[in-house]
């Protein structure tokens, strides 16, 4: 039996959330490549992409008093969730309001769009206008900040080259140049003093998908289970920030 496309793009569901499959890899600038060639002769480019290499990604993660989004992750909770405020190409033209989820090897993520007015209302401490938002997700937001003292942790940074399928909503992408912040947690700054997080030439592939990983797209990677990492962006750049500050 055919599985519709509507179907296929809807993907499982976890307590109200769209659950998806996620691969991460580290891979060489030669394997890079070689992938980005063969990815980018069959899908499709991220339409928001400004060139070949994609489009610039910046990200103020926040974590609570307890650091759990640090050491949820570093432990292997089996659920656990983090909040990010995100914008593309250092502009204020488009920023959001983000929380991913894992639950054990699925993702979930959801997103509601912010105004630089609220976004400079947080990081000044004022939260309260958050708690009557329309947005269930900025809702959430303002009351984990009430119980556990949400603030700002670091941010992270890269260039995003991205490529898309719509069977299953195959999503891959190439993440270079990572860095992450050192002092100043101001994604707006065109100044922010950033650092490498990554030591060698490393880039990290992502795949997400919903049910399943179409034989041909699998077939264009070529990766394997053994190669796969646990990585996360904010415990690298988290990590790297806090051998700054010892």
Not at 42 to 61: A, C, E, F, P, Q
Not at 90 to 105: G, P, Q
Not at 109 to 118: N, P
Not at 191 to 220: A, C, H, R, W
Request: aromatic share 12%; proline share 3%; with cysteine.
């Amino acid at each position: 039996m055919r599985i519709s496309e509507e179907r296929q793009r809807e993907g499982m569901q976890f307590a109200g959330k769209k659950l998806r499959h996620e691969m991460k890899y580290y891979i060489h600038y030669h394997e890079y490549l070689g992938l980005r060639e063969r990815v980018g002769a069959v899908l499709t480019m991220d339409k928001n992409s400004i060139g070949r290499d994609g489009y610039h990604i910046r990200s103020l993660y926040f974590d609570n008093m307890h650091e759990a989004a640090l050491n949820d992750k570093n432990d292997g909770i089996f659920q656990r969730k983090k909040y990010r405020i995100r914008i593309y190409n250092k502009s204020d033209r488009v920023i959001k309001l983000e929380r991913k989820s894992k639950y054990h090897e699925y993702i979930a993520k959801e997103s509601a769009s912010m105004t630089r007015e609220e976004y400079d209302r947080i990081i000044a401490g004022d939260w309260e206008f958050l708690r009557n938002s329309e947005s269930p997700l900025a809702r959430d937001f303002y009351f984990d900040n009430k119980h556990g003292l949400l603030k700002p942790a670091v941010v992270v940074d890269y260039q995003r080259e991205a490529y898309i399928f719509p069977v299953s909503d195959v999503r891959i992408t190439f993440d270079k140049s990572l860095k992450g912040s050192i002092q100043s947690l101001d994604i707006f700054d065109p100044n922010l003093p950033m650092v490498e997080s990554i030591e060698g030439p490393k880039t990290i592939l992502e795949v997400k998908y919903n049910q399943f990983l179409p034989d041909f797209v699998y077939g264009l990677i070529q990766m394997s289970a053994a190669n796969r990492s646990t990585i996360s962006k904010y415990v690298i750049c988290r990590e790297r920030r806090k051998s700054y500050a010892d």
